[in-house]
């Protein structure tokens, strides 16, 4: 096709709908039939990004190759589609603001009173449409964050106006609502999917396709009353209902014809049919495993889920890989002690100690360390785990008492974890970290190297803190190896215990490169050591 095609994703009724789950499983559809597609996120908050939020106030911070700290959805995107997002992927509220008054501070809208219509708009527009013009795509789906009637948004839903009446047959909408069921009544209840449609009319766009998240089947009354009300076509309301998984929602999407519909709509002929036989294996196995493993993820934010949630996606598609149904076990770093920890590992096949920062639950990690490390439980520390990891083994093999990260504690003696040199004339806290895909050098013979057999190895990083390489030789002769280094600043990447069966510790978070097509080696490895321990 010559030119892309735009699909706006906008949500009512509420929020956690799924709109990034439907954009995505609409994508590996059409992606299915030979189309090249890309997903972005329109965030409505102020922040420039999510770097600087509590995960409690939006879960995951994903990061893509490119260093851009961005919001969990884009994950899911590439876990759908294989396919690497970046900074032009995500586009928040304080970039576009933070655009426009960059702009008009050099003087581009001299003589301008700078509005929100049409210089907000345009950047917003401007943003939409740059993924298509850096990259040949069939398809641009834009995911716009919130509801319809938010006052963040409503920039947002005007610049999607906008594109719509100028590219015409070359744009649609779907809108993304809720149809609950009401116990009491015994019935389903199209209301707020009417509302939420006046809402969008109000702002003059009407929706081309409707997908209704429901706990129940829409019966062809149901369908007829919300086409007819909502002024769309009975075929273009579709039925999302509930899924024992997200990776179900691809298929539920084809039984109800979503992407026909899209194609349709688009003026584009259905020829290709969909190729869709990897995801049919992974569904089989997903749904069929022939083993059943548990493993801790030891983490201080072990009751909001999706804090962690590339790294519980990594481990399905990890288990998928090794036929195993993976059960995690959450374990609060917080309640973990040394005398506790023995206890809460009963059953366990293996750890993973969770990325995160500052000093709460760090104890509580350490000695969950402490602990594998001694009983020769297959171990995986990611970020601060891994560095945890450096700090329980100088203190405990070492001897390096008060071995410590001067993130947690600038006065001590050992300071093993470090802030990186370049980091120590960071003043800004936002998007300054070390950030995005480094390349890491793996040496041979080593555990690592048979995980990813290969001898460079490309992994994204978050962090500002270290191993110290004035304590490298410390560790090495006490048994703690350097197996991955990026050998162009000279940072460890990867350390890990010959003698321990399986124990290795890594500065990158491999679960943001993990997708249904390639699960990451680093995990399916994993997975296999805690089958056998």
Not at 292 to 302: F, S
Request: glycine share 6%; hydrophobic share 40%; net charge neutral.
């Amino acid at each position: 096709m010559p030119n892309a095609k735009y699909i706006f994703v906008t949500g009512g009724v509420t929020s956690s709908l799924g709109k990034g789950i439907i954009s995505a499983s609409l994508a590996t559809l059409l992606q299915s039939r030979g189309f090249s597609v890309t997903i972005q996120k329109l965030d409505p908050y102020i922040n420039v990004d999510p770097g600087t939020l509590n995960p409690y106030e939006h879960g995951e911070c994903y990061v893509t190759n490119d260093g851009a700290e961005t919001d969990l959805d884009l994950g899911h995107y590439e876990r759908f589609l294989n396919v690497p997002t970046s900074r032009a992927n995500s586009i928040t509220t304080g970039r576009i603001y933070k655009s426009v008054i960059d702009k008009e501070r050099k003087g581009v809208y001299l003589g301008k009173t700078v509005q929100v219509i049409p210089h907000i708009t345009d950047e917003i527009k401007n943003s939409i449409k740059l993924l298509a013009k850096n990259k040949l795509y069939d398809f641009v789906i834009t995911e716009i964050g919130g509801t319809v009637g938010d006052i963040e948004s409503l920039p947002y839903i005007e610049a999607v106006r906008q594109m719509k009446w100028e590219m015409g047959k070359n744009s649609l909408v779907i809108h993304l609502t809720l149809v609950p069921f009401l116990s009491a009544a015994g019935e389903l209840k199209t209301k707020p999917t009417q509302h939420s449609v006046k809402a969008l009319l109000e702002y003059g766009i009407q929706p081309d396709i409707l997908v209704c998240r429901t706990e129940h089947e829409l019966n062809k009354d149901i369908r007829k009353k919300i086409a007819l009300f909502c002024n769309v076509e009975p075929d273009a309301v579709i039925e999302s209902i509930d899924a024992s998984t997200i990776y179900d929602v691809p298929f539920l999407m084809k039984e109800e014809k979503l992407d026909e519909v899209v194609l349709r709509k688009l003026h584009i002929k259905v020829e290709q049919k969909h190729e869709l036989g990897l995801w049919n294996k992974f569904i089989k196995k997903l749904k069929n495993p022939q083993f059943e493993v548990n493993i801790a993820l030891v983490g201080k934010y072990t009751e909001l889920k999706d804090a962690y949630k590339s790294i519980t996606e990594a481990f399905i598609h990890a288990g998928v890989a090794n036929n195993t149904k993976v059960n995690l076990i959450w374990l609060s770093s917080e309640k973990i002690t040394n005398e506790n920890i023995a206890d809460r590992l009963i059953g366990v096949g293996a750890v993973l100690v969770a990325p995160g920062f500052g000093e709460r639950g760090i104890d509580g990690k350490i000695a969950t360390i402490k602990y594998v490390r001694e009983n020769n439980i297959p171990f995986l520390g990611i970020c601060l785990g891994m560095q945890c990891a450096v700090i329980e083994f100088a203190r405990n093999v070492i001897g390096f008492e008060d071995a410590h990260s001067t993130e947690m504690n600038s006065e001590t003696t050992h300071p093993v974890i470090s802030l990186i040199e370049e980091q120590k004339r960071v003043v800004h806290k936002g998007g300054t970290m070390r950030l995005g895909a480094y390349d890491c050098q793996i040496k041979e013979n080593t555990l690592a190297h048979r995980i990813y057999k290969s001898d460079l190895i490309s992994e994204r990083h978050r962090h500002r803190f270290e191993f110290n390489n004035e304590y490298l030789h410390d560790f090495v002769n006490a048994g703690m190896i350097n197996s991955g280094m990026n050998t162009k600043a000279h940072l460890v990447e990867i350390v890990e215990i010959p003698s321990h069966p399986f124990f290795i510790g890594v500065q990158f978070h491999p679960e943001y490169k993990s997708t249904v097509a390639q699960p990451h080696p680093l995990f399916v490895s994993f997975v296999a050591a805690a089958l056998k321990a």
